[in-house]
């Protein structure tokens, strides 16, 4: 009875995320110019897209190198290429199967089945690194608002933009202090890995402005994109899909810049994250054929009971 409650709470949960993704891009699409949008995108220089590609996936192994710090600190002890694949197979969950178990969910199901880890810990471990990745790009989002037309139009708002960007990591690390001890050693160096992991998000953003011949305001839109990224790390779309548009058409409206190159950064991007998950649909096709050499005997009902167990677990340990 409670594993029909919480697949029907997941069943409910990707209906939302689908619908808010749908409408986001409804109305994106209906208030901007799709012919243009579509020859802007046809028509981008290939090169810097490329170079979008691979800085993108450079700030994503940055990323698993960074978690896999806070796994040590736990006295989880993984190679960097494990733990480098395992982090890909989460981006595919988590793009490609909203309102699921997720990519967290997946990591901490693995850790605790093929390591003997207690939930909380991994969970922490997860958690925690998804905070410093928070702070992160508060920090960098309130330093590219500074020198953006925002600044200049709304003055007043300057010394709340300063205080975020002077107070951002005295409050991580206070809270680190209280909430988490044991990742105190490495918050200096995860901190400096979170700018680099989000300063290679916004690069990639620049080469996309680049191939899509983007003459002058790139300030402005590595702005945007930084605020949109804030918007995606909410769970209500479809792997961030319809947030960071949407964004990115009002706020270009709103100073006066054409949103057609603003809606085609967005879209690029998320192709390019989409392509970069698709690694992990690859890395777990591979996984799952040797565990199926592994374990043949054991059912495909009895793991998706394990994973939806742990699921709860982690559920409970976050309220």
Not at 60 to 77: G, M, P, V
Not at 126 to 143: K, P
Request: hydrophobic share 50%; glycine share 4%; net charge positive.
């Amino acid at each position: 009875m409670e594993q029909k409650k919480t697949s029907n709470k997941k069943l409910l949960r990707t209906v939302f995320q689908l619908l808010i993704s749908i409408t986001a891009l409804y109305i994106v699409l209906t208030k901007t110019d799709t012919a243009k949008l579509l020859e802007i995108i046809s028509t981008a220089n290939p090169f810097y897209l490329f170079l979008a590609f691979v800085v993108f996936n450079i700030s994503k192994i940055l990323n698993a190198l960074r978690l896999n710090r806070f796994f040590r600190a736990i006295e989880l002890h993984l190679s960097e290429r494990y733990n480098i694949l395992l982090y890909y197979v989460g981006m595919f969950y988590n793009m490609f199967l909203p309102g699921g178990i997720g990519g967290d969910g997946y990591k901490i199901y693995v850790l605790k089945k093929n390591h003997s880890m207690k939930v909380v810990n991994v969970f922490n471990a997860v958690f925690w690194d998804r905070v410093a990745g928070v702070f992160a790009l508060l920090f960098l989002t309130a330093l590219f608002l500074l020198p953006s037309s925002f600044a200049e139009m709304h003055k007043a708002y300057t010394p709340a933009v300063y205080a975020v960007l002077v107070l951002c990591y005295p409050v991580s690390w206070l809270l680190t202090r209280i909430l988490y001890k044991q990742f105190r050693s490495i918050f200096l160096i995860t901190a400096v890995e979170s700018v680099l992991i989000q300063a290679a998000q916004a690069l990639s953003a620049w080469f996309i402005l680049l191939a899509l011949s983007v003459p002058s305001n790139h300030i402005d839109y590595l702005a945007i994109f930084l605020v949109s990224t804030v918007a995606t790390v909410l769970p209500i779309t479809v792997g961030g899909a319809g947030a960071r548009e949407i964004t990115f058409l009002y706020s270009l409206n709103y100073l006066g810049l054409d949103p057609n190159a603003g809606v085609a950064l967005s879209l690029i991007f998320f192709a390019i994250a989409a392509v970069s998950a698709l690694i992990g649909m690859f890395l777990q096709s591979r996984s799952g054929e040797k565990e199926r050499q592994k374990s043949q005997g054991k059912s495909q009902k009895e793991q998706q009971d394990n994973i939806s167990h742990t699921a709860r677990e982690m559920n409970e340990t976050d309220q």
